[in-house]
């Protein structure tokens, strides 16, 4: 149980560090497998996995753990099935050969067994459990939507598992924004026509997040080529989305098909139905805390199912060490107190700094390089934008600069927004993951 508590506390702060995309492809799906003195040992799905993680993120995973542990001194990623591991990657056999979970892009942790179903998401875990006795017969295209935090992501994944498990059928499930950066290299390199081909072999399509295809009209066209031909062969494609398709504002021949089939929302649990969930992530960590202290998370974190396993995972590392209640309530309290403040003007200049990998000083300063600009013109547009500050105060807090250079950089970035796909991802990332807007 420690050891699983200590690597959901390290993703919780990697979660902030990562981009949105890297971080749904490859940290979700690596586990911890041992956690020594000096050493935890990770497994990974696959060996690019393993050497994308090497190469691009080791560094930031160790710093993690250590700011959790300061005995750790390494970490090991290893592939998921060369330790015989629980959630070792199988296999199934097809006419035309083998389908390698693997290729899913799903993870194994992800079951309706470990998924609450209650009032607040009937509907959508009813419809769920349908389309894995029957797929592409009745709920096709299946699209369910809600705010973040709600479990979509689970309820999607769970459904993948369950229909590959048990119908032995050729499952992808992936994020729009990954699809999206798929379709856009295959423009790129006029190979749009293999592309569609691919994701017309699989028997189940899982999208996640659609709402990413807005302003993506060429992006939209390829997909609206691959959903005609799935549901053609009555294949079942499976959509989510923070909105209703009818809020999205993309092609209306893609938003009518999205609303031809069944539409399901989550919405806000209730006291007793976050309680339930509590107690459903406590045993499923095989670990133990107070009813106390379940009950103070439950009252006071009202909408988002990901800040109630968060407050949990928090909850049981810092009541190992304290053992006291009360303690541990506070610590709780003032941690995701803080967490709902929006960031100061310094937070905003920090992070971004860090996510260009760059320092504070370098924004501040008058340098023109063109990767020290492009921050600063980010810097600008999101102390306007969500901080809601004027153009001389922006001007004061990046180094006296004037006012109207100030604005002229967020035109900069408004325009890059609506132009460049890849920058308005960027522009994304920062905002989700970085500064909690």
């Not at 893609?254 to 539409?263: A, T």
């Not at 506070?330 to 320092?359: G, M, R, T």
Request: aromatic content about 10%; some cysteine; proline content about 4%.
């Amino acid at each position: 149980m420690q050891e699983k508590t200590f690597w959901q506390n390290v993703l919780l702060v990697l979660q902030k560090k990562i981009p949105k995309p890297s971080f749904d492809t490859f940290f979700r799906k690596i586990e911890i497998l041992e956690k020594n003195p000096k050493e935890i040992i990770l497994t990974c799905p696959s060996i690019f996995a393993k050497e994308f993680l090497e190469k691009k993120f080791k560094k930031e995973i160790l710093e993690t753990t250590k700011q959790i542990d300061p005995k750790i001194e390494k970490i090991k990623l290893i592939i998921s099935s060369s330790k015989n591991h629980k959630n070792q990657f199988f296999k199934r056999s097809f006419n035309n050969g083998i389908f390698s979970f693997s290729k899913s892009g799903l993870s194994p942790k992800y079951s309706f067994s470990n998924f609450v179903i209650s009032s607040f998401n009937l509907l959508a875990g009813n419809c769920a459990k349908g389309i894995v006795e029957n797929p592409g017969k009745f709920y096709n295209p299946f699209f369910v939507y809600s705010p973040v935090g709600l479990g979509k992501t689970h309820l999607l994944q769970a459904i993948g598992n369950e229909i590959f498990r048990k119908k032995t059928k050729k499952v992808k499930y992936i994020s729009c924004p990954e699809l999206t950066n798929e379709i856009v290299s295959s423009l790129r390199q006029k190979n749009t026509e293999e592309v569609a081909k691919e994701y017309k072999n699989f028997e189940i399509l899982i999208v996640d997040d659609v709402e990413y295809l807005e302003g993506k009209e060429k992006t939209q066209d390829v997909f609206f080529q691959i959903f005609e031909s799935l549901v053609h062969y009555q294949k079942q494609i499976v959509l989510s989305s923070d909105r209703p398709p009818k809020a999205l504002e993309i092609e209306k021949r893609l938003k009518s098909r999205f609303e031809g089939g069944m539409i399901a929302d989550i919405s806000f649990p209730s006291y007793e139905e976050r309680l339930a969930i509590l107690e459903k992530k406590l045993e499923e960590k095989e670990g133990t805390l107070p009813y106390e202290i379940l009950e103070f998370i439950a009252k006071n974190i009202k909408k988002n199912i990901r800040e109630l396993e968060g407050a949990l995972n928090f909850a049981l590392v810092f009541f190992l060490q304290e053992k006291s209640i009360e303690k541990t309530k506070k610590k709780v309290k003032d941690h995701f107190e803080k967490k709902e403040k929006k960031p100061s003007v310094e937070e905003v200049i920090k992070k971004i700094a860090q996510f260009y990998k760059l320092q504070k000083e370098d924004i501040l300063s008058s340098s023109r390089k063109k990767e020290i600009s492009q921050a600063r013109q980010v810097v600008a547009f999101f102390l306007r934008k969500k901080l809601n500050l004027s153009l001389p105060a922006i001007g004061i807090k990046l180094g006296n600069k004037d006012h109207t250079s100030i604005g002229y950089a967020i035109k900069k970035v408004e325009e890059k927004i609506e132009k460049d796909v890849n920058f308005q991802k960027e522009i994304e990332e920062i905002k989700k993951d970085f500064l909690d807007f």
